[in-house]
T-cell receptor
């Protein structure tokens, strides 16, 4: 069975500070990892996926199979980054995503 | 192009009542799914469908029924509502039934069961 763990319910950082949202997964096969974001009063939307190895809105995430982690990072937090972030694991066909419990990022001045 | 449309946005039910949450898409996507979002629990998959006429259970299917008679629609039925079904429900679709792909979410339907 697959599992996604996001240990922090709330992460509060100052504007300009580095951000790291933690995500660990449990899956015996080859995983596909995603980060989804939900801004206030908006739909949940894809932020980035590990296979793309891209940077979106300054965020990056590297899949570390040894540590079974997919932490989301940004060097300098902005106010507009305040949102709910969900890490998600796709197993097998990746159609059925397993989501973590989410971390609320709060960026303050 | 609305993408994914969910109705109603808000609903209050009494225990034992039944209702249907509607999900409609205009993107011609194969894969459609229903999640519920609860505080501290994240999003949990209820049911999903990889195409018209095909449905399957997710992580928390009990108390819910689905059907997929067309590509566009994937309604979620609560047969006899219980307070434990108070939640925010999201419909999500994907272009292909398998493989990595972006899930497009609806705006959510907030359900309260008294």
């Amino acid at each position: 069975a697959q599992r996604v763990t996001q240990p922090e319910k709330l992460l509060s950082v100052f504007k300009g500070a580095p951000v790291e949202l933690k995500c660990n997964y449990s899956y015996s096969g080859s995983p596909e990892l995603f980060w989804y974001v939900q801004y206030s009063r908006q739909r949940l939307q894809l932020l980035l996926r590990h296979i793309s190895r891209e940077s979106i809105k300054g965020f990056t995430a590297d899949l570390n199979k040894g540590e079974t982690s997919f932490h989301l990072k940004k060097p300098f937090a902005q106010e507009e980054d305040s949102a709910m972030y969900y890490c998600a694991l796709g197993a097998g066909t990746a159609s059925k995503l397993t989501f973590g419990t989410g971390t609320r990022l709060q960026v303050t001045l | 192009n609305a993408g994914v449309t969910q109705t109603p946005k808000f609903q209050v039910l009494k225990t034992g009542q039944s209702m249907t949450l509607q999900c409609a898409q205009d993107m011609n996507h194969e894969y459609m799914s229903w999640y519920r979002q609860d505080p501290g629990m994240g999003l949990r998959l209820i049911h999903y469908s990889v195409g018209a006429g095909i449905t399957d259970q997710g992580e928390v299917p009990n108390g819910y029924n689905v059907s997929r008679s067309t590509t566009e629609d994937f309604p979620l039925r609560l047969l006899s509502a219980a307070p434990s079904q108070t939640s925010v429900y999201f419909c999500a679709i994907k272009g292909v039934a398998g493989g990595a792909g972006e899930l497009f979410f609806g705006e959510g339907s907030r359900l309260t069961v008294l």
